[in-house]
């Protein structure tokens, strides 16, 4: 796999190294992918952790092994026996309780490859959580920038794991701003799990699992959506595991967001450009995202596969999630927000749908 960035506006490209995480256009990087094809002969069956794909990940070393916790290959079961055909994928069975330890380990590995000292991430909670936990676990200094009004079991789990919290009042994107301006100002790596291509390289392995445990691809990935990260990894691995050769199709995705915060729904639905909105307020605050620095890649995604998106209000999501947990599975709002999106999708019989269950209850009152 190519060490370069590409800028996905105007298509300049810069070597990897520590300080590089916006274009000078202002456009968002991608990672240059060259040959990168999955070998199923080369799974490292003896790996029961994410890992197993290493071949299909961008490291030079095996430095990872250091920085990794066990994250990954986590269960894909059958959401009830009335549904035989929808099945959701534990991702809060991580060790930070969210899908974002897929991401946050691979980014966290790879800066420690380029001998980074410290990082700088922007966090609605759980990327937070994530990025201090694997920096800390491999010797890496960190500031974490949240909002004032983060929930403070998150802000707890963020300072247990050592990281230096900046608490910013304002908004999600007065949060990111301040973050880059610190980034800027200190010379320091950007750990974003929105800016940074790498994290996506890590929430990939959502797919492979998924491919591997059915030994198929579903027909369609309904889930929640505020800065792309889980539905990108998962169209980035899709796509691989297609142009691999292993697969002849990408699943449909069908993207969730809150109804109180909704700007990629809204350019979705009038086929416009992404125009930020105003937050009114929802308890899903993983998807609660004004205006999504990858929006184009997000609405590209979407329409790649034939795909839609789903609004969901707070009556919904609070009433989804006293649904999941009487099927014994506690969520945090955002996952509500998107069982709710399930509820009220209209599917087929024959469907093959897969949900992911991404935050851990416990993680949000």
């Known amino acids: 796999m190519s060490e370069q960035f590409e800028c996905h506006s105007c298509s300049t490209r810069y070597n990897v190294t520590e300080l590089v995480w916006r274009c000078k256009c202002g456009g968002m990087l991608d990672l240059v992918k060259e040959n990168v094809s999955f070998d199923p002969s080369r799974l490292q069956n003896e790996m029961p952790t994410m890992w197993r794909y290493q071949h299909v990940l961008p490291f030079k070393s095996d430095i990872w092994k250091s920085v990794s916790m ?5 269960p894909l079961i059958v959401l009830d026996e009335k549904e035989p055909k929808t099945f959701v994928k534990v991702d809060y069975m991580m060790p930070t309780l969210s899908f974002k330890d897929r991401g946050a380990a691979v980014l966290i590995a790879k800066a420690k490859e380029l001998g980074v000292t410290k990082v700088i991430a922007d966090s609605s909670g759980n990327a937070g959580t994530s990025i201090a936990a694997y920096a800390k676990r491999a010797g890496i200094a960190c500031d974490i920038f949240l909002s004032e009004s983060t929930s403070p079991k998150k802000v707890a789990q963020i300072k247990a794991h050592g990281a230096t919290i900046r608490a910013i009042k304002g908004t999600r994107e007065d949060v990111a701003e301040t973050a880059q301006q610190a980034v800027t100002e200190e010379k320091t790596f950007y750990a974003s799990h929105v800016y940074n291509p790498f994290f996506y390289e890590g929430t990939k392995t959502y797919a492979y699992e998924i491919w591997e445990h059915m030994q198929s691809v579903p027909d369609t990935l309904i889930i929640p959506v505020g800065n792309g990260t889980l ?23 069908v993207a969730v967001q809150a109804e109180n915060c909704a700007p990629l729904a809204n350019a979705f639905i009038t086929n416009q450009a992404v125009a930020e909105v105003k937050n009114t307020g929802t308890l899903a605050e993983g998807i609660a995202i004004a205006k999504p620095a990858r929006s184009a890649h997000i609405l590209e995604a979407v329409r790649a596969t034939k795909g839609h998106f789903i609004t969901t209000s707070e009556e919904e999501i609070t009433q989804a999630r006293v649904e999941l947990a009487h099927k014994g599975f506690y969520v945090e709002p955002t996952t509500a927000a998107n069982y709710a999106g399930y509820l009220k999708y209209h599917r087929t019989s024959e469907e093959k749908i897969v949900i992911p269950l991404c935050g851990a209850g416990i993680k949000q009152v």
């Not at 066990?70 to 986590?74: A, D, V």
């Not at 539905?231 to 995705?253: D, H, Q």
Request: no cysteine; net charge neutral.
């Open 70 to 74: 066990g994250e990954g290959n986590t």
């Open 231 to 253: 539905l990108l990894g998962a169209y980035y691995g899709f796509r691989e595991l297609m142009e691999s050769g292993v697969t002849n199709k990408i699943p449909k995705i």
